[in-house]
């Protein structure tokens, strides 16, 4: 399909130089950032993120063919791409993969007259391959990343509750600090013991549903002609003539001496090990509930009273809960801004109300 898009002017503007000029920095940056991260990879990723910063070369000589002699020119990429860079020599790869998820889904080829349409394609495509990528590094830590990010926003937003609740109504500093390090260690006992009860009881669950695997010896005794073993093949889903066939293949296996690898569970059957274990789900959601906990009560550790404390408490609160919101949607291939946003006002609406009816009854005991 022929381009669509604007003709080159003969003599192009100086702004439009600098656009040029500007969009070959950045895919030059993006080709680094993508042959770094290759670079962590083994096998089939590895080679689908050379193959995309080979793509991204390519669109490098699109520029340099415009620009001429004013490609030798080196501009700064764009701010967004130097920290996704910056992001992406400091942090893991489902971090990195996240961002460049939310860089390719925004390219600005699709308005940029002088992008070619394949360009701007190209683009498309890398999104979505980078989506896929991304889940995959996402399964890998859902199970004890979820209970981390959990257990930190709990933390913050009860332990905030908790302290500015009990300092509204005017309770001494040692009074203060002593709910606090009690709120902290009694949520960080309870979300441990919930998380590791709740993994564990899902696993076992799953378990349960999981196939058995079964002997040599009880499938040979089986009788051939009868065939019980579809009944069992039926009731993991497969049509009566699949599980015919597929029993008839295993016991001809079977009677043969060898155990058929598929009577051992693959593929989906083992799908919960995303839930990560019971001991790495409680761990995490106690010391990141701990972690977050302990922020609220830093301005009373380091002896600060009364309104100051409240405030200072308020703001390191907000600044993390920014953070941790921001970082979750990265993660889940979300702008990170508005999830940051939802965090801090959920977390303050929660104190406020606190703080509101620590006030009335400090008004009422007075």
């Known amino acids: 399909m022929p381009d669509t898009r604007a003709a080159v002017p003969a003599e192009p ?14 895919e030059r940056l993006e080709e680094r950032v993508y042959r770094k991260l290759a670079a962590r990879k083994q096998g ?3 080679e689908i993120l050379l193959a995309i910063a080979d793509a991204e070369r390519r669109h490098q000589q699109h520029w340099i063919d415009l620009l001429g002699p004013h490609a030798e020119q080196r501009r700064a990429p764009d701010l967004g791409t130097r920290i996704l860079s910056l992001l992406g020599s400091i942090f893991g790869s489902v971090f990195i993969l996240a961002l460049i998820q939310q860089q390719e889904t925004s390219s600005p080829y699709d308005t940029d007259q002088f992008a070619s349409d394949q360009m701007a394609a190209d683009e498309k495509v890398h999104a979505e391959v980078v989506r896929a990528l991304a889940a995959k590094s996402r399964a890998r830590l859902s199970g004890n990343f979820r209970a981390a990010v959990f257990g930190a926003n709990d933390g913050l937003v009860s332990n905030l509750a908790l ?15 002593l709910t606090g390090i009690s709120g902290l260690l009694a949520g960080a006992l309870s979300m441990g013991a919930g998380e590791y009860i709740s993994v564990r009881s899902q696993r076992e669950l799953l378990e349960a549903s999981q196939p058995v695997r079964q002997p040599a010896e009880a499938l040979a005794s089986l009788d051939f002609d009868a ?10 889903g497969y049509s009566e003539d699949e599980a015919l066939a597929k029993a008839q293949r ?8 060898t155990l058929p690898s598929h009577t051992a569970p693959t593929g989906k ?6 839930l990560g274990t019971g001991l790495g789900a409680a761990a995490s959601s106690f010391c990141f509930f701990a972690s977050g906990a302990i922020v609220p009560i830093l301005p009373y550790i380091f002896g600060m009273h009364g309104m100051p404390a409240i405030l ?14 921001g970082t979750v949607g990265v993660l889940s291939g979300r702008p990170p801004l508005p999830r940051a946003l939802r965090q801090l006002a959920i977390g303050f ?13 400090g008004t009422t005991l007075s």
């Not at 503007?13 to 950045?26: D, F, K």
């Open 349 to 361: 609406g929660a104190a406020a109300a606190t703080y509101l009816l620590g006030l009335a009854f």
């Open 250 to 257: 295993t016991l001809a296996r079977a009677h043969g001496g």
């Open 312 to 325: 200072t408490a308020a703001g390191l609160v907000g600044v993390v809960l920014l953070g941790t919101g």
């Open 44 to 46: 089939e990723e590895r």
């Open 269 to 274: 059957e083992n799908e919960h090990e995303e």
């Open 227 to 236: 065939n019980e073993l579809a009944l069992v093949y039926r009731a993991r």
């Open 163 to 177: 302290v500015l609740g009990v300092g509204a109504a005017g309770m001494s500093n040692p009074v203060i600090l």
């Open 13 to 26: 503007s100086p702004a439009l130089i600098r656009q040029w000029q500007r969009h070959l920095a950045n």
